[in-house]
Structure formats: structure tokens, C-alpha cells
């Protein structure tokens, strides 16, 4: 940083902003790209990023308020991630550069004051903004010019927490009156450093204070001054065993990446068949050159196991993680470490992706079709596209896996843009025998068939596990009065409420709405209200019913807050004290359990049938993703349950005919012209008003058409299947356009939310 005489000018992009575009801002020092500010938007101090110098502009400007990062912690190849994501998925640039850091108070600032001595005019330490509201500049002046008060500065420093002692300290009182304690020197020493650190391991503590004893903590302690923090650690002892040997087509397909270790390759291997064991190899060569490697996973449930077995595989590495469930003051920590180089290995979410790490030699994205890795909220966009560009960028190769690759991926390594490799066999167990049930012939029971209570009976009895998959969270999927008809509606949205015996309430899965249940229909006032369809708290009740002796545990988003009841639920399952799973997806991705001989779906309909250009895909990937959880230790067995026994998707997925598919589905996707042909723009306008709403979209549709002459396939405006979400009003304009085609996107001047989605992917509207 350097004061220069004349004044700079710099386009700012503005935080968590909806808006597009940049805003100039001047200041007298001179700054680079990527560095935070605060600014002063519409009269409100707001944290803004540079984004890079500009002229003068004809308009008055004003100046930046304070600078906050003395560095830019992006680089060049960050700056021009954020260009590329911006222009492709037109995305507000302030929200993709809130995306480069964790959420909360990373190096930021708080200035305290504290009184040192009697005569302050402070009793106890005070935010300095609040001290200064209270008494007045001049006197705060008077205070800390005749030292009777010091400023202090908090910032969230680093937590080394990872150490192996679990004893960590922190203040007991947040802000505490200094002087009232008679406090030794080393006393106030440790009292200042913990103010500024929030908590901190007990021996490092001794080690940076240099203190000779423990006795000054001890004595603190003693006086409820500092206390012992608890701190949820990861279970560091769950450690997977190392694999002894590749097979030799493991080997063949690891030497084949090797040999062009650079660009995106794509390896479709069948479930079960050991990616992993290819990526661990592959790891290992990028770690021993002293590079970092991120490993992204689509959910975050799936971090437990693939930790124990990275413990495994590289003993004394240093194994990070970053995803949105853990707690901030972490996500700082980790984000650090992972900035500073003191992470090997990075498992992440989608929003690992922009970690700026400066050192990374290889991405990994594992169950590269899971629909996660597209930011299903502004900003909208997809992480797998940003991971090809980002590895381009660093000139580092991108390894994506799955057993049932994404359309449009798959495609491009059909066209050597990527490159593919096949992995058939399984190294252990085979791929499960699946039958099909007609349940319009079904004997059985309104959830199970007959045969499939058979089938769990005589698992039960050979001592192996069985998943029950079912689409729907919650007891019921609907309720409805048996007199007139009448459907209950979450006040907020256009979508039926479920029951949730449990809690027992009635909840909408869009907007979260839960009202305790009734049984007095609203409309015709009888007492005849039902609940219909079935969730996975009704097929555990009922399993449990039938199979009293089993040990059943249901997992879906209901029972897993948290991840570390996830991780218990995952090692239970391992140590085989559970029979019977009753999930949803959640237990459909990628885990990896070698005593499940029986996988059963109860309601494969339901998956075949979600809106969207993409619903064929997403259906074949969950069906054949469920499957593949059986037999990974010995031989497994799989049973669908449907009403569409002759649907062609699903023998598909049965067989494991990807091929099958992908010649179908890409035929079907070139005849109506989606992608990946053809670029799919959605663009939602919402608004509290219904009528709003469709004007709004008229409009909107109307100065689109005008700045896009050539795009000859624009739609709208839509009144979609649920229109009404959170208590906006929707309309949509669907937008289909040649490739390379540069869309212009108008900015009018409507009071309605204006959101774009291009290409989605996964359950969006
Ligand atoms: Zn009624
Ligand atoms: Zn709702």
C-alpha cells in the first residue's frame, strides 16, 4: 500500500448486492483487485471488493471508507474465475466474490477501549463506536491521551485447535472490567491475547506468552476469569485400512490419467467398482511434489468415511474440510490453514471450490452428476463448470467421477474434449441382482409388496443389513378431507403441507411453514381429515411394527441436524448395529457399506417424474445410485416397487445400461433442442403481487426480446406448476439459445425479483 499524491479511482463491487454491475469509488491510496473496503452505498456503510482501477468518471464519486485487508488475498487467476462466472451464469459480481471468503469476521477489525486505571470515564471495556456515542469524541480523547483508557484491537486471529491437547481457553466474561481484578502482568497479558483470539489451545498459549509456569492461568481459572471450552472434535480414530493393490484395470486406467495428467478427465466407473482407489493413487503423486489437492464431495454426510479413509491412506497428512455446516469460527480457521498451506488435502462442499488455495496441483470432483454442485439459490451457477475453468486457469488436471456422468459431460468426452475412462468390474462383490415388482399385482400391503417383507425377513435372518429408500421426508405427503376433498396448503406456497408425526405438525418442505396439526377441515368443517401418501417416518413406523425384533434408524433431513449425528448413525451402521435403514437420497450417495444384501425402493415412480429438461437424468442416476448400495461386500440383491413396470428409463437403470441411456436421452435432448445442444436460460420474476408478477415478466420479456433479435426460441410468460413460493408469485420465461450465442440481458426497471438460471441442473423451481 502506498499514499500517492493524486487520487485513485476503482470500479467496487458491492456485498451480497442482487444488482449487476460495478460501482465507482475513489481513494488517495492506491489498491489492488480483490482487496476489501467499506463503503458507502445509499447511505450505509457496506463491505465492498475492488475489482480493478477506472478513469475518472463525468460523476461525482464518493471516497472508500476504510480498507480492511492490508493485501488482496486473490490472485490474478481468482479475478479471472470471478469474470468468466459473471459472464456465463450473469451472475451479480458481489455475490460471487462473497463466495471467496468464509462468512463472519475474518481478520476483521473491532476497536475496544478499556479502562486502565480509576479515573477513566469507562467502567468496564467498550466498543469504541458505542463509547463514543455515549461520551462524546472530545472526552474519549482526554481519556486515552492521560492513559486512563487503551484501545484494543479483536480480531478473529488463528485457532490452532487442531492439536492434539483438547484444552482450550477463553474469557468467561465476554468483556470484562479489566481493572476491578487485580491482575499480575502476565494475568493482563493473557487476558488481552484471549480477547483478540476468541480461544486458544492451553499450551500454545503458555508457548506465545513465553510463561514460565501455569500458575498465572491457573489463578485465573480460579477466579472464573478464563474458562475451559469445549470443543466437537472430528472422531480422528475412525481410520479405514489402506487398500494393499490396485486391480490391474484400476492400474491401467491410473497409468492412462497419469500419462496426460493434465485437462479434465472423466471416469465413469460402475458403483462399487473403486474410483476412490484411483483418485487416492493419483493424490498421492500431487501430494509427494509438495502441491495441495482438493477433494470435493456432493454432501457433506459423505466427509466421515471418506476421512477415515484418508487417515488410512496417507498417514500424516494434514486433512482438512470445509462445508457450510461447520461452525464459522471453524470455517475461518480452516480457511486459513488452507490459504496459508497448512492443509494437504481439502475435502469440501460446492463451496470449496472458491478457496483461493495458491498451491493446488489437483482437483477431484467424486459423484461428478450429483445435482448439489449446481448453487440452487442466487447466485445461481455450476461448480463443476467453475472447477473446469479454475483448473484451466491454474494449469492443474480435474478429474471427474461418477457411475452415471452428466449428460453434457459425458458427451463432451465422447468429443475428446475430456478424457474417458471406463471402469467395469467390481474388485469385491458384483453388481445386485434386481427384480421388479408390478404393485398393480401386488398382494402385499399399500407400502410393501409381499415379496419385499419376504426378502427382509430372510436378510434379517442371514445377519445383513438392508436400505429402504423412499423419495419423500415426513410421515405423510398430504393431507385431505375424505368429505370434500379439500387439500391442506401452506399458506406461503402453492404446494400441499405434510404431516410430521413426530412433531406432530403439518410442514411445507418449500418455505419450512409448520402449524401444529388439525383434524377439522378448514372448508367443510367435518372431522374427516387424512393423511395420504407416505414419507419415510411412516415407513419406519410401520417396519418397526412388522419388525419389531430389527434395529431400525431412519435418515434423512429431519433426523440428521448435524453432521457428527450423521458420522454416529454412519459408524453404527459399520459396526453393524443397525439392520434396517430407512432413508432418503441421503443414503443413496456414494456410501460405501459391505454388509448390505438388500437395497429396496419403494417409490421409484415418484422419481421419474420431476419437471424439468433434466428429470430423465437425474432419475436414472438416483435409481441406479440406490442400487449400487447393495452387494459391495458379498453378492446383493435389489427390489423396485413401481406402477410403471414397462417404463424403459428404468430397466435402464436396472441393468446398468448407461450407454443405453445416454444414446436415448442425448437424441431426445437434440430433437427438442436443450442442452447440451442448445444454452436453457430460465429467467423467474417474482413478486408478492400475483398480477405484479405477470406484468413485471411482460415487460421484462418484452426489452429481452428487443436486445436479443436473433434468439428465435423465447417462451413465456410461464405460470409454473408451483407458483407461489415464500409468498411470491412466480412467472418464467424460458429461454433457448445457440451456444456461442452472447445473450444481452436487459436491465428494466420493474419492482419484482428478477432471477436467472442458465442450464439448470437438479430441482431449481
Ligand atoms: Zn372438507
Ligand atoms: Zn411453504
Request: proline share 4%.
Amino acid at each position: 500500500m502506498s499514499t500517492t499524491e493524486e487520487t485513485n479511482y476503482y470500479e467496487i463491487a458491492i456485498s451480497n448486492l442482487p444488482l449487476n454491475g460495478y460501482f465507482t469509488y475513489s481513494s488517495k491510496i492506491s489498491l489492488k483487485p480483490g482487496q476489501r473496503v467499506h463503503v458507502d452505498f445509499s447511505n450505509k456503510s457496506y463491505l465492498g471488493y475492488v475489482h480493478e482501477r477506472t478513469e475518472k468518471p463525468e460523476y461525482k464519486t464518493k471516497e472508500i471508507l476504510e480498507i480492511i485487508d492490508k493485501e488482496s488475498y486473490l490472485s490474478k487467476k481468482d479475478m479471472s474465475l470471478i469474470e468468466y462466472t459473471c459472464d456465463k451464469f450473469h451472475t451479480p459480481p458481489g455475490k460471487i466474490f462473497d463466495l471467496f471468503f468464509p462468512p463472519g469476521k475474518l481478520l476483521k477489525k473491532i476497536k475496544y477501549l478499556y479502562p486502565v486505571d480509576s479515573k477513566s470515564i469507562l467502567s468496564e471495556t467498550t466498543r469504541y463506536d458505542i463509547a463514543l456515542k455515549k461520551f462524546g469524541k472530545e472526552q474519549i480523547l482526554n481519556d486515552t491521551d492521560k492513559k486512563y483508557s487503551k484501545e484494543l484491537f479483536s480480531f478473529i486471529a488463528k485457532n490452532n485447535y487442531k492439536k492434539k491437547s483438547e484444552k482450550f481457553l477463553e474469557i468467561n466474561i465476554p468483556l470484562y472490567n479489566t481493572y476491578n481484578y487485580n491482575l499480575t502482568s502476565n494475568g493482563e497479558k493473557i487476558v488481552d491475547f484471549l480477547l483478540s483470539v476468541e480461544y486458544i489451545d492451553e499450551n500454545e498459549l503458555i508457548k506465545k506468552m513465553a510463561l514460565k509456569s501455569r500458575s498465572s492461568i491457573k489463578t485465573l481459572l480460579k477466579n472464573k476469569i478464563i474458562k475451559y471450552k469445549e470443543i466437537e472434535k472430528d472422531d480422528e480414530n475412525w481410520n479405514i485400512e489402506r487398500i494393499k493393490a490396485l486391480t490391474p484395470e484400476q492400474e491401467n486406467i491410473y497409468k492412462n490419467i497419469f500419462s496426460n495428467f493434465l485437462g479434465i478427465h472423466l471416469l465413469h466407473g460402475l458403483t462399487g467398482t473403486g474410483k476412490t482407489e484411483i483418485y487416492f493413487k493419483l493424490m498421492e503423486i500431487v501430494l509427494n511434489k509438495g502441491y495441495q489437492v482438493l477433494y470435493m464431495v456432493p454432501e457433506v454426510s459423505l466427509t466421515p468415511q471418506l476421512l477415515a479413509r484418508m487417515r488410512g491412506f496417507f498417514p500424516g497428512r494434514i486433512l482438512g474440510t470445509y462445508n457450510s455446516y461447520l461452525p464459522n469460527n471453524q470455517r475461518v480457521s480452516n480457511w486459513l490453514d488452507a490459504k496459508e498451506k497448512n492443509i494437504n488435502i481439502l475435502v469440501g462442499t460446492r463451496s470449496s471450490i472458491w478457496l483461493p488455495l495458491d498451491n493446488l496441483g489437483l482437483i477431484i470432483i467424486d459423484e461428478e452428476h450429483d445435482t448439489s454442485y449446481y448453487n440452487q439459490n442466487n447466485p445461481f451457477f455450476d461448480s463443476i463448470d467453475i472447477a473446469i475453468k479454475k483448473a484451466e486457469l491454474l494449469n492443474i488436471p480435474l478429474i471427474l467421477g461418477s457411475a452415471t456422468p452428466r449428460i453434457d459431460h459425458y458427451q463432451k468426452a465422447l468429443d475428446k474434449h475430456f478424457y474417458l475412462h471406463e471402469l467395469k468390474n467390481r474388485p469385491k462383490g458384483k453388481l445386485p441382482e434386481v427384480e421388479i415388482i408390478d404393485m398393480k399385482k401386488n398382494s402385499g400391503s399399500f407400502l410393501f409388496s409381499a415379496r419385499s417383507l419376504n426378502e427382509i425377513k430372510n436378510n434379517l435372518k442371514k445377519n445383513l443389513q438392508t436400505f429402504i429408500f423412499v423419495n419423500r421426508k415426513g410421515y405423510s405427503n398430504y393431507i385431505v378431507c375424505q368429505k370434500c376433498g379439500h387439500i391442506i396448503k401452506c399458506p406461503n406456497c402453492s404446494i400441499s403441507m405434510s404431516y410430521h408425526k413426530s412433531k406432530n405438525i403439518f410442514k411445507c418442505h418449500y418455505c419450512n411453514h409448520s402449524v401444529f396439526s388439525f383434524t377439522e377441515c378448514p372448508e367443510c368443517k367435518s372431522k374427516s381429515l387424512i393423511a395420504r401418501g407416505y414419507g419415510t417416518e411412516k415407513v419406519e413406523n410401520e417396519i418397526r411394527k412388522i419388525f419389531p425384533e430389527a434395529n431400525v434408524s431412519r435418515i434423512d433431513k429431519e433426523t440428521i441436524e448435524n453432521n457428527k449425528k450423521f458420522e454416529k448413525i454412519l459408524k453404527e451402521i459399520s459396526l453393524k448395529k443397525i439392520d434396517i435403514i430407512v432413508g432418503t437420497k441421503m443414503i443413496s450417495k456414494g456410501l460405501d457399506f459391505p454388509d448390505v444384501g438388500l437395497v429396496i425402493v419403494l417409490d421409484s415412480d415418484k422419481l421419474i417424474n420431476i419437471p424439468g429438461y433434466y428429470s430423465n437424468e437425474i432419475a436414472f442416476q438416483q435409481i441406479n445410485q440406490v442400487i449400487g448400495r447393495s452387494g459391495r461386500g458379498k453378492k446383493g440383491r435389489a427390489i423396485i416397487q413401481t406402477y410403471n413396470e414397462e417404463n424403459e428409463l428404468l430397466k435402464n437403470a436396472i441393468n446398468s445400461e448407461y450407454e443405453t441411456f445416454y444414446n436415448n436421452e442425448i437424441e431426445l435432448r437434440k430433437n427438442f433442442a436443450y442442452p447440451p445442444y442448445m444454452n436453457f436460460i430460465q429467467i423467474s420474476i417474482k413478486n408478492k403481487d400475483e398480477k405484479s408478477s405477470l406484468e413485471d415478466s411482460k415487460r421484462y420479456l418484452m426489452e429481452f426480446t428487443n436486445l436479443n433479435k436473433s434468439i428465435s426460441q423465447i417462451f413465456g410468460p410461464i405460470k409454473p406448476f408451483v407458483f407461489k413460493i415464500n409468498n411470491e408469485f412466480i412467472h418464467t420465461i424460458n429461454i433457448k439459445a445457440e451456444k456461442n450465442y452472447q445473450i444481452n440481458y436487459p436491465e428494466v426497471a420493474i419492482k419484482s425479483r428478477v432471477e436467472i438460471v442458465v442450464n439448470p441442473y437438479g430441482n431449481i423451481l
